[in-house]
């Protein structure tokens, strides 16, 4: 009976990972789009419900919520679940719909997906040769092959994310960093903006009257025929004199057309900046340049310090980081879907990201199980199985750091050099 409540919890909780995971498909990922595909909207729900779901599984975990053989159950079901979807289901139908929109392939899609799939398979088994990440003898099909390869992708993934946002978040949110914009500095790049395309315009409108002359031109030579009509055409100046100045006067047109693109970016970025300087002064913006202090001090110890953080510590800030990367996750995957979607290749781009979603979310959990306390990883470790977790944990330092200090170095160079193009004349 117990069992049966202890289920009863767990899917209604799945039932509501599930709408939520729906309601931001619609209202967020596909809000532009009218053309929806249904498997492709399931798929990305299901995916974010079990990936929910197993970070609830953690909190019960350490709360001690239902009985020890019910979350035993469910943690095997969800990892089973999660698995069939992210090695099989996606690969497959992102084929599937890549290969949809190929109009020559379009007769032969299935068994085009079915090869494309197969070809998927061989590199990701081929993923897990070089890493030591599980013992010899397991099985081939055993469920530690498929979680050990689909952690090395994951974590690759989160130290890449948590290294360049362990220091953007400080460089965004703290105030030390914010260069001084005022309305004067705006009001200048706009008038050297407006300049730039005052000249554009009066050059293509000497490019046209230029080819409308040549044109009359033209026409007026077709008229006359004969020996002295071809006389005549020869000894007045031909209208391919003016062409080298035409060619010089586009290449300038391109010229100033870049840098006019170039000072609208800096504009806009000067907007942002003293958008920036007023939120900081709030409330909510103090708060936010308190948690750059912070990811500050985290990113240094995190570089420095091989074994970061106790036991206690991390017992406390299990519930915050799971919170904060379900957050940071899906602003991270609204960001990315606008920046690179159409209306053909979305379906694609969405079943990507629910790919990246719940590899984020399996490795979370490798990673999570190393920072909960002795008591609370028995059942996560006996359903991971036999994994090197230890391995887990210093690729993601390796990672991290690489992804910290090429960040640093990024953000270094970006912000000497913003000062320097709004001071340019």
């Known amino acids: 009976m117990s069992f049966l409540i202890d289920s009863s919890?767990?899917?209604?909780?799945?039932?509501?990972?599930?709408?939520?995971?729906?309601?931001?498909?619609?209202?967020?990922?596909?809000?532009?789009?009218?053309?929806?595909?249904?498997?492709?909207?399931?798929?990305?729900?299901?995916?974010?419900?079990?990936?929910?779901?197993?970070?609830?599984?953690?909190?019960?975990?350490?709360l001690g919520v239902l009985n020890s053989s019910s979350r035993y159950f469910h943690w095997k079901m969800n990892l089973c679940v999660i698995l069939l979807i992210l090695i099989f289901m996606v690969p497959f139908y992102i084929g599937y719909f890549v290969v949809s929109n190929i109009r020559l392939l379009h007769k032969q899609r299935l068994p085009i997906s079915c090869l494309l799939w197969l070809t998927f398979m061989y590199f990701f088994w081929k993923l897990g040769d070089p890493f030591p990440i599980l013992s010899p003898k397991h099985g081939i099909l055993s469920i530690e092959q498929l979680i050990s390869r689909v952690g090395v992708i994951g974590v690759t993934l989160m130290a890449l994310l948590s290294g360049f946002g362990a220091v953007n978040c400080?460089?965004?949110?703290?105030?030390?960093?914010?260069?001084?914009?005022?309305?004067?500095?705006?009001?200048?790049?706009?008038r050297r903006l407006l300049q730039t395309m005052d000249v554009i315009i009066s050059k293509k409108k000497r490019m046209a009257m230029a080819r409308r002359t040549m044109f009359q031109r033209g026409e007026v030579h077709n008229k006359p025929s004969g020996f002295w009509g071809i006389l005549k055409s020869v000894t007045t100046s031909a209208p391919g004199s003016e062409m080298p100045d035409l060619t010089l006067i586009q290449q300038e047109v391109d010229a100033l057309e870049e840098l006019s693109r170039?000072?609208?970016?800096?504009?806009?970025?000067?907007?942002?900046?003293?958008?920036?300087?007023?939120?900081?002064?709030?409330?909510?913006?103090?708060?936010?340049?308190?948690?750059?202090?912070?990811?500050?001090?985290?990113?240094?110890?995190?570089?420095?310090?091989?074994?970061?953080?106790?036991?206690?510590?991390?017992?406390?800030?299990?519930?915050?980081?799971?919170?904060?990367?379900?957050?940071?996750?899906?602003?991270?995957?609204?960001?990315?879907?606008?920046?690179?979607?159409?209306?053909?290749?979305?379906?694609?781009?969405?079943?990507?990201?629910?790919?990246?979603?719940?590899?984020?979310?399996?490795?979370?959990?490798?990673?999570i199980r190393m920072s909960m306390p002795l008591e609370y990883r028995t059942i996560i470790t006996e359903v991971l199985g036999e994994l090197q977790f230890n391995f887990y944990h210093r690729w993601f330092d390796v990672i991290f750091l690489v992804s910290a200090l090429s960040s640093i170095l990024f953000l270094y160079l970006a912000h000497k050099q913003a000062p320097e193009k709004h001071m340019a004349p």
């Open 9 to 62: 919890i767990v899917i209604t909780s799945q039932i509501l990972f599930f709408g939520f995971g729906w309601l931001f498909f619609m209202r967020q990922l596909f809000k532009d789009y009218e053309v929806r595909q249904y498997a492709v909207q399931v798929i990305f729900s299901v995916t974010f419900a079990f990936s929910c779901t197993m970070f609830e599984l953690i909190i019960f975990e350490i």
């Open 170 to 190: 400080p460089y965004t949110y703290m105030s030390y960093f914010l260069r001084n914009v005022t309305d004067t500095d705006i009001l200048a790049l706009e």
């Open 262 to 367: 170039q000072l609208f970016l800096e504009t806009a970025d000067l907007y942002a900046t003293k958008e920036r300087i007023e939120y900081s002064k709030t409330f909510k913006g103090k708060y936010f340049n308190f948690l750059g202090y912070f990811f500050s001090i985290y990113c240094v110890w995190k570089i420095f310090m091989v074994k970061f953080w106790s036991q206690h510590i991390s017992f406390i800030l299990v519930g915050i980081i799971i919170v904060t990367s379900i957050r940071g996750l899906l602003i991270t995957l609204t960001k990315f879907f606008y920046a690179i979607s159409s209306s053909k290749s979305s379906n694609v781009i969405v079943l990507l990201l629910a790919q990246i979603m719940g590899m984020y979310f399996v490795s979370s959990v490798l990673l």
